[in-house]
């Protein structure tokens, strides 16, 4: 069913995050991205491939990205599926595991799921890889929403809009799954969040959420991004983060109880702008 909201026609914006050049140089890319998956799509399924292309298995519902040679690995396989890159390339890891989790845990295989990007950017590739899947047709069954955005944008049938991720005015029940990808970190309030996602999505629904992380955090004080100081989970933190969800009622697909599951000999992600090495996770939800 298309969403439906009840969202300010004239919503406050929030200024773009590193400066009128980079908001310039992210329009670019969001243009070049949507018009090759635009081609891709149709060319695709005019030939059949988009109805038989496999689902993304390298990168697990829930994981730690531990080495360089883990991203590598997940950027090959969405090259191979002729998935567009994320031109960050350890970014590509989370992206591909959302991505398989969303099409194994939410769809049928009638690719009709409903999704959401809370957090979205235009040129972020879980939206645009969901559309080459053949996601979307239903009118609005595809959504991005940010604070940044201003005026509703369409991309290829995708839906971008103005939106909280804690108050996202969507309908109960709406979604069959929502992802966000590397938001979380940058002052996001998780409980809030954590219980408006549980509230939109169906019973079974997922949840698909990478954010920042490190066995041992570096000291980010005084560095900030995106309006927040800059902040690297722990394994604390994302202890306290898997209790909150459950306690809103979204249960952690895989496990993370081991010794060493929250552990890594790597840091295989550079953020050039904050000077820092750290590495991400992807933790997945199911709704009860």
Same mark, same amino acid.
């Given at each position: 069913?298309?969403?439906?909201? +009840? ?17 310039? *140089?992210? !329009? $670019?890319?969001?243009? =070049? ?7 891709? /799509? ?5 030939? $059949?491939?988009? @109805?038989? /292309? ?22 090959? +396989? ?8 994320? !031109? ?8 591909? $595991? @959302? ?11 009638? /690719?009709?799921? !409903? ?35 201003? +005026? ?6 995708? =839906? ?11 309908? &109960?029940?709406?979604? &069959? ?7 979380? +970190? ?27 992380? &490190? ?14 100081? =800059? ?13 909150? *969800? &459950? @306690? ?38 199911? !709704?009860?």
């Amino acid at each position: 069913m298309p969403f439906s909201d +009840e969202t300010d026609p004239a919503p406050q914006v929030a200024a773009p995050p590193g400066g009128r050049l980079l908001a310039v *140089a992210k !329009r $670019g890319a969001e243009h =070049v991205l949507w018009a090759r998956v635009a081609v891709q /799509r149709r060319a695709e399924t005019r030939r $059949g491939y988009a @109805a038989s /292309r496999p689902v993304p298995t390298v990168v697990p519902p829930t994981g730690l990205l531990r080495s360089e040679a883990m991203w590598q690995a997940a950027t090959e +396989e969405a090259r191979r599926l002729r998935l567009p890159l994320h !031109r960050d390339l350890p970014k590509n890891w989370d992206a591909l $595991g @959302a991505v398989g989790a969303v099409l194994s845990l939410a769809d049928d295989g009638s /690719r009709t799921a !409903r999704v959401m990007d809370a957090g979205s950017a235009r040129y972020s590739p879980v939206l645009p890889w969901l559309r080459l899947y053949g996601l979307g047709t239903a009118p609005g069954s595809l959504l991005g929403i940010n604070l940044e955005f201003g +005026e509703e944008v369409r991309r290829d049938g995708v =839906v971008f809009r103005h939106g909280d991720v804690t108050a996202t005015g969507l309908p &109960d029940g709406s979604l &069959d799954a929502i992802t966000c990808m590397s938001v979380v +970190e940058h002052g996001v309030p998780l409980e809030p969040f954590l219980r408006e996602s549980a509230r939109v999505l169906r019973p079974g629904g997922v949840l698909c959420v990478s954010t920042d992380y &490190d066995q041992q955090p570096p000291d980010t004080t005084g560095r900030t991004a995106y309006g927040s100081e =800059v902040h690297i989970f722990s394994p604390e933190d994302i202890r306290a983060l898997v209790a909150t *969800a &459950d @306690a809103c009622g979204l249960d952690l697909v895989g496990d993370l109880s081991t010794s060493d599951s929250l552990s890594h000999e790597e840091r295989p992600v550079h953020w050039d702008r904050v000077g820092l090495d750290y590495t991400f996770i992807l933790l997945t939800f199911r !709704r009860r």
